[in-house]
């Protein structure tokens, strides 16, 4: 595991979209010039598409090579393509039709009814062979060294479709699976597993709102990855909690020394 969590706290939930996305552009950039390419995992919901949203009016944003960046998703509803509910289509919305990207480089995951039909496994499947082709000797698993992969934080403490007590979050050789029976909707969803998520050099977790305190109270205190898969999603290099203070409402703060910049 890397080392304990680190806490980034701000005031609201527009504040911490800025500075999420401030936070993700720098670290595209030093990744860019450090490589030639960076590669960084999306997440979808209120929070994900904020630090989208935000960086898309950010006056840096030309810093990035576009080009020369590769987006993947740690989870996506399984639903036909264009969907407004698919986390890409959302993802396109917020940011990605505004800037020019290498189509080769978005890695959307499957929708149903295309090549695998209905079949959210077959579609899992055909995800990790793309994420495995991706992967190269140096990496430490079955899956690329994400840059950064970045994951909303459920009110019951779900990350990605990993979901408390559910089959999916006790998996541990697969790097991505098919999620039936997901207790929020829809039910099928594709999801990355918790081997893929801390193969990343960084992991970040967003939680904004008054009901996303309890769910970082509780990650953040000790409970174990099957009750709580936020607890168990972590970075080899560094694991980062984006929160506001709603958010953070429930924390022993004290517990927790701010983050490094």
């Known amino acids: 595991m890397s080392s304990s969590p680190q806490l980034v706290v701000h005031r609201d939930k527009d504040l911490m979209a ?62 036909p393509e264009g969907d407004p509910d698919r986390n890409v289509t959302q993802a396109r919305e917020a940011l990605l039709d505004a800037v020019p990207l290498d189509p080769a480089r978005v890695h959307a995951m499957p929708a149903s009814e295309g090549v695998y039909g209905n079949d959210a496994d077959a579609a899992a499947e055909a995800y990790a062979q793309e994420l495995a082709a991706a992967a190269r000797p140096e990496n430490h698993a079955e899956v690329p060294s994400f840059d950064v992969l970045l994951l909303g934080v459920g009110p019951d403490t779900h990350v990605a479709s990993l979901f408390p007590e559910h089959p999916g979050v006790r998996e541990t050789e697969r790097m991505v699976i098919g999620v039936h029976g997901a207790p929020k909707p829809p039910p099928t969803r594709i999801s990355l597993t918790l081997p893929a998520i801390r193969a990343a050099r960084e992991v970040w977790l967003l939680a904004a709102g008054e009901d996303k305190a309890k769910a970082a109270a509780i990650a953040l205190s000790g409970a174990g990855e099957i009750q709580a898969p936020a607890a168990g999603a972590y970075g080899r290099a560094r694991t980062l909690w984006l929160l506001d203070s709603a958010a953070a409402s429930q924390l022993p703060r004290e517990l927790y020394p701010p983050a490094l910049a």
């Open 18 to 79: 800025q500075a999420a996305a401030a936070r993700l552009l720098t670290k595209i950039v030093d990744a860019q010039a450090a490589r030639g390419a960076a590669s960084v995992v999306l997440t979808g919901g209120r929070n994900g598409n904020g630090l989208l949203a935000a960086l898309a009016t950010s006056p840096a944003r030309d810093a990035i090579d576009w080009s020369r960046l590769d987006l993947w998703w740690g989870d996506e509803r399984f639903l």
